[in-house]
């Protein structure tokens, strides 16, 4: 099993030094990678539900570090640590730009990107962004993530696309990672599944909140829609892996009819929790160690790195 890390893109300790301290502790620890979370812009009027929070509710409030600059200055600042878009909403910027700032990256980072992609939630964040068509994005990100593919691997790529065109270009530098940096796909809709199977080589769903419990029986359960799907499209099936996002939202609440939620309670009892995940086939797990102050993130991540950890 491996273990990541959330790193906060607004609130107090989302600033230079804070950030940094962050990383290399993770990196220090053990951990396999950090997520960076995408918010370009945050609209005043939100009326979007959020889909994991119970009340919908968006639980920021503040403008947020861009994701792909904050990737790049946490390259810079470690050496093993995996530099994850956790995830990145595919739409909102425009895709050849996008895959040329993902690959100089991972080229500088000596192979570090991991692509974690979505196709958003908020309405109003596209509009403000003069996003392609809300209700169409589902079909935008997959030709967006095409259009990632032919960049990052041919020698002279062009597109002629249903939202996006252009002609014969010379693209450098290619990742380092061959035959591209890893894409991993968030949510686990039908749609976010199949998009999985032709795709990705990850599944990154979040799990273990009131709102979104997504149990290790239910994870199980989509590994093996996961596998079929991948399998009538001619993929391996053993190709695709899964990380597993477990925010702390909602307070920490547990889904309802639980007494507790996943990886609380006793380190035994955390250890168990990942056994159980492990053992429906999740092969990296990522915990919420964000607090309101530098301190406590830094002893929630000694906490884990010294004491769970050994026990997995």
Known sequence: MR?????????????????????????????????????I?????IESPYPYTVAGNFLGDEEA????????????CTTKLRLVTSVMILPHRNPVVTAKILSSIDFLSGGRVTVGVGV??????????????????????????????????????????????????????????????????????GPALRRVAKYG?????????????????????????????????????????????????????????ETRRNFSGRNEQIAEDIHTFAQAGVDELVFDFRADSLTQTIDKMRWFGEQIMPLV
């Open 201 to 257: 080589d990850g599944w990154h769903p979040v799990g273990s909140t009131a709102a979104s419990p997504l149990p290790a029986t239910e994870v199980a359960e989509k590994r093996a829609r996961i596998h079929a799907l991948a399998s009538e499209l001619g993929r391996d099936p053993s190709s695709i892996e899964i990380a597993y996002k477990a925010p702390i939202y909602d307070g920490g609440k547990p889904p309802t009819g």
């Open 120 to 189: 958003g939630w908020m309405r109003e964040e596209f509009e403000a962004l003069d996003a392609p068509d809300f209700d169409k994005r589902g079909a935008v990100s997959d030709e967006y993530i095409e259009i990632f593919k032919k960049l990052w691997t041919e020698a002279r790529p062009s597109h002629n696309g249903a939202a996006y065109q252009f002609e014969t270009l010379r693209f450098a530098p290619k990742p380092v990672q061959k035959p591209h940096p890893p894409i991993w796909i968030g949510g686990h809709s």
């Open 3 to 39: 273990f990541g890390f959330y790193l906060p893109t607004r609130g107090p300790t989302a600033e230079p030094q804070a950030l940094t301290k962050m990383a290399q502790t993770g990196e220090q620890l053990g951990f396999t990678s950090t997520m960076i979370a995408d918010h």
């Open 65 to 76: 570090i861009e994701q792909l600059t904050l990737m790049s200055y946490i390259a810079a």
């Open 41 to 45: 812009v945050i609209p005043d009027r």
